[in-house]
């Protein structure tokens, strides 16, 4: 029912404030509900009262339900604290700096992608051996000068015709694939470019493993002899 109720439900609000907003110059409709008389304007104030209620339980359980699976807390002290962070953020109006922090994250986070995106698709072609991943180099320098020269990039010239941050994810990309070329040249492959021709080391049984019979106990024996 959620499935066909929010999104039903959200564009009718989305239609009743901009019809707001358009003839009386608000989208809250308890403002524009009171030129209709003192009894409309109580039954509207209560409707969004409800409404505001039900939305604010739903948007504190998800939350809550998820940082008590993360810390084993009991659902009730995740509720409350949970519910005091809200409380913080609404008493102080940290929320209206959220459309700046939202900005700030889009220009850092595509850009991320860039080197998953040259390193596995474009130089691995989408093959990587499974078995070899033990074996990655911890740092991928490649990967980092492309996805510092992506971010870089996009606030220096910001390209009008292309949005941020599919510039900054291209950018990457193509810094990625550059900064791999060259370490390569320079005999310091990066990624799984550089374990990418290791041989597998076949795992081979324990002599005293009890899973194993009495010809292949013997082999093992013979072959260590």
Request: hydrophobic fraction near 55%; charge should be negative.
């Amino acid at each position: 029912m959620m499935i066909i109720g929010l999104p039903l439900c959200q564009i009718f609000l989305n239609v009743l404030g901009y019809c707001g907003g358009v003839s009386f110059g608000t989208y809250d409709f308890t403002i524009y509900m009171a030129q209709f008389g003192v009894l409309v304007y109580i039954v509207a104030l209560i409707g969004m009262t409800f409404a505001l209620l039900s939305s604010l339980d739903t948007n504190l359980y998800f939350p809550a339900a998820l940082f008590s699976f993360m810390t084993n807390m009991p659902r009730k002290g995740g509720v409350v604290i949970c519910g005091l962070l809200g409380l913080i953020v609404a008493v102080f109006e940290l929320f209206a700096h959220y459309g700046s922090f939202l900005t700030i994250m889009g220009m850092f986070i595509p850009a991320l992608a860039g080197p998953i995106i040259a390193n596995y698709f474009i130089l691995g072609k989408g093959r990587w051996d499974p078995k070899l991943l033990h074996k990655m180099p911890k740092v991928n320098w490649a990967s980092i000068i492309g996805y510092v020269v992506g971010v870089v990039i996009q606030f220096i010239t910001p390209l009008a015709v292309v949005p941020a941050e599919i510039q900054a994810l291209i950018i990457a990309i193509i810094a990625t694939l550059i900064a791999d070329a060259i370490f390569k040249a320079l005999g310091h492959p990066q990624g799984y470019e550089k374990i990418k021709n290791m041989a597998v080391e076949p795992v081979m049984p324990k002599e005293d493993d009890a899973n194993l019979g009495d010809f292949e106990r013997n082999f093992i024996k013979y072959d260590d002899e």
